[in-house]
């Protein structure tokens, strides 16, 4: 059901997804073509705040903040899930991989290798802080409007 709460919640985590991956982009290698990158995590941010945080609302400031901060490791989970499934595509369509299984853990591969790159504090504040103000937000808006 639509609520304004959910409605707050994919803004703050379509936002965050924004900043975040605008943090992203010069821990990549030179060359890296982005493509998407910004668009599909932006998609991953309003749709993790709508279905996951918007549900989860109402229960008072900690778990709000709790709520906050597990929807933004979701939301990075999902999109290190769904880049390393790009990249996998984008090598299969070169023949690297001797065959489905190869190319199956190549998106765990990938994915892990991401996650390596990012696991910087320059991207690890921002999104720890910005899921904090999601969730409190995301609860304000539920105490106000509900």
Same mark, same amino acid.
């Given at each position: 059901? /639509?609520? $304004?709460?959910?409605?707050?919640? $994919?803004?703050?985590?379509?936002?965050?997804?924004?900043?975040?991956?605008?943090? +992203?982009? =010069?821990?990549?290698?030179?060359?890296?073509?982005?493509?998407?990158?910004?668009?599909?995590?932006? &998609?991953?941010?309003? %749709? !993790?705040?709508?279905?996951?945080?918007?549900?989860?609302?109402?229960?008072?400031?900690? /778990?709000?903040?709790?709520?906050?901060?597990?929807?933004? $490791?979701?939301?990075?989970?999902?999109?290190?899930?769904?880049?390393?499934?790009?990249?996998?595509?984008?090598? $299969?369509?070169?023949?690297?991989?001797?065959? =489905?299984?190869?190319?199956?853990?190549?998106?765990?591969? %990938?994915?892990?290798?991401?996650?390596? +790159? &990012?696991?910087? /504090? !320059?991207?690890?504040? =921002?999104? &720890?802080?910005?899921?904090?103000?999601?969730? %409190? %937000?995301?609860?304000?808006?539920?105490?106000?409007?509900?």
């Amino acid at each position: 059901m /639509p609520t $304004a709460a959910r409605l707050v919640a $994919a803004l703050c985590l379509g936002l965050l997804a924004f900043i975040v991956s605008r943090q +992203v982009v =010069p821990l990549m290698p030179e060359g890296t073509d982005f493509g998407y990158f910004f668009h599909i995590n932006i &998609i991953l941010g309003l %749709l !993790t705040g709508w279905i996951f945080m918007g549900r989860r609302v109402g229960h008072g400031l900690v /778990p709000a903040i709790n709520n906050g901060l597990t929807g933004a $490791a979701v939301m990075v989970l999902w999109a290190l899930f769904i880049q390393g499934a790009w990249e996998m595509f984008d090598r $299969a369509m070169r023949n690297r991989y001797g065959g =489905p299984f190869d190319a199956l853990l190549a998106i765990l591969t %990938l994915s892990l290798e991401y996650f390596f +790159v &990012i696991a910087v /504090p !320059t991207v690890l504040l =921002p999104l &720890i802080i910005g899921g904090c103000l999601a969730g %409190l %937000l995301a609860e304000s808006i539920h105490k106000r409007w509900s």
